[in-house]
């Protein structure tokens, strides 16, 4: 089993940046896909990003495409979503996810296992 903790999310304007990170207690986080999915403001769900457990694959959604990057660092348990030229409609409360039981990262919900609180995202225009 695995907890996890999101941080960094906060206000900031368009066109700025933000860097949220995702740290994971438990043993085996390198053996884990991780995602981050985020939740706007009278919306559903929808995915963000996603790595493999290797890091060797990422994925995006394209409304972040060429805008945001996740990276994952297994010596510190913890995976980042950089985030760059954000537009208002980037806000959400931004959900950190992992999983063990794909081959691979995957943009699914439903096949990610543990989640995180979430941390709010605001982006003023």
């Known amino acids: 089993q695995v907890q996890l903790v999101e941080s960094g999310g906060g206000l900031v304007q368009a066109g700025g940046s933000l860097r949220l990170s995702c740290a994971a207690s438990g043993r085996s986080f390198s053996s884990y896909n991780m995602g981050w999915f985020r939740r706007p403001p009278g919306k559903e769900r929808e995915f963000v990003a996603a790595v493999s457990w290797s890091g060797g694959r990422t994925m995006f959604a394209d409304s972040v495409k060429g805008r945001f990057t996740i990276s994952r660092d297994n010596a510190k348990n913890t995976v980042y979503l950089q985030m760059n030229s954000l537009k208002p409609e980037d806000t959400a409360v931004y959900y950190c996810?992992?999983?063990?039981?794909?081959?691979?990262?995957?943009?699914?919900?439903?096949?990610?296992?543990?989640w995180g609180q979430g941390t709010q995202v605001t982006v003023s225009s």
């Open positions: 996810a992992a999983d063990r039981t794909m081959i691979t990262a995957s943009p699914l919900a439903d096949d990610y296992n543990y």
